[in-house]
């Protein structure tokens, strides 16, 4: 049996725990499509911002696809929509509903950052298509994906990392992702036992697994607030545990973002830490887990 290193939702009281895990797990300078200096904002904050790493053809084209998958069923469990409208707020599984999605997701000026910074093969975890629509997007609470990813899903190690293609222009007014610079070094263990299908609500509205309000303003006071803004197609990459959020987007501005979460092959998921049922495999892939290189992906929604 694993040891839980980083136990949450078990105690009724928050605590920090300190990170045990590689935030880049290779040897530095063997990237080619990032410095050195990008490997080391990395490390340090958490993220790094990659501004026009896709054309505007490619953009356009990303967009059409994004647009198309926004369309799809609204009873789809794979589809989300926001708490109080029938507004789509995502999108799961895009890479199994589009043949250009499924194409980017191995696209190298993606994976070779992934298998880098993971040193591993990777493969999928999660995929999703965020919209923010004008004047009614609501909010992203506060959270470290890993919290959930390890409790809810049984991710073993902080061996994974997302990739948010920008896909609007993200500005400073239309609900930006924000981050906190260097909140990647500790776990914040958060309290309350997770309901029975949580991510029902959660989905929609996270408030299991967010952390303590204390905790939350020491690591802002001590780091700050970045709101990584640039023209469509360019990249966010952030680690697992990278503590983010979003507020409302009340601009007649749209705001979508295109998530690709990268795992390494060696730290696919395991039971749930938090003793719950797994969640569904749109939202944690368990089933069929090959690398993104290996060309055997197939497209399981018909065009």
């Not at 043949?99 to 999928?124: G, K, N, P, Q, T």
Request: aromatic letters at 8%.
């Amino acid at each position: 049996m694993l040891t839980d290193m980083y136990r949450s939702r078990h105690s009724s009281q928050p605590t920090i725990i300190d990170r045990v895990d590689p935030v880049i797990w290779s040897d530095k300078g063997r990237c080619p499509v990032i410095s050195t200096e990008d490997e080391k904002s990395y490390e340090k904050n958490g993220f790094l911002f990659l501004k026009n790493v896709f054309n505007e053809k490619e953009v356009a084209e990303l967009k059409r696809e994004a647009d198309r998958v926004e369309n799809s069923d609204p009873t789809d469990e794979e589809v989300v929509s926001e708490p109080d409208s029938k507004e789509i707020r995502s999108v799961f599984r895009v890479h199994d509903k589009s043949d250009v999605l499924a194409r980017l997701m191995s696209d190298e000026r993606l994976v070779a950052v992934a298998e880098h910074f993971l040193d591993d093969d990777v493969y999928i975890h999660q995929s999703r298509v965020n919209f923010k629509p004008p004047f009614k997007g609501r909010e992203f609470f506060w959270h470290s994906d890993f919290e959930t990813w390890h409790t809810e899903d049984g991710m073993p190690r902080m061996r994974a990392l997302s990739m948010s293609i920008t896909l609007t222009d993200n500005s400073a007014h239309n609900g930006p992702l924000m981050l906190i610079p260097g909140s990647h070094k500790q776990f914040v263990s958060c309290v309350g036992e997770t309901p029975d299908q949580n991510y029902k609500s959660s989905l929609k509205i996270q408030e299991i697994g967010t952390p303590d309000q204390d905790n939350l303003s020491q690591m802002v006071d001590e780091n700050g607030i970045v709101a990584p803004v640039g023209p469509a197609g360019s990249v966010l990459i952030f680690d697992c545990n990278t503590m983010h959020g979003s507020g409302t987007n009340i601009t007649p501005y749209p705001r979508s973002n295109l998530f690709f979460v990268y795992n390494a092959m060696s730290n696919r998921l395991v039971a749930p830490f938090g003793g719950t049922k797994p969640r569904p495999n749109f939202l944690a892939t368990r089933e069929n887990i090959v690398p993104v290189r290996s060309g055997q992906h197939k497209i399981q929604a018909a065009e």
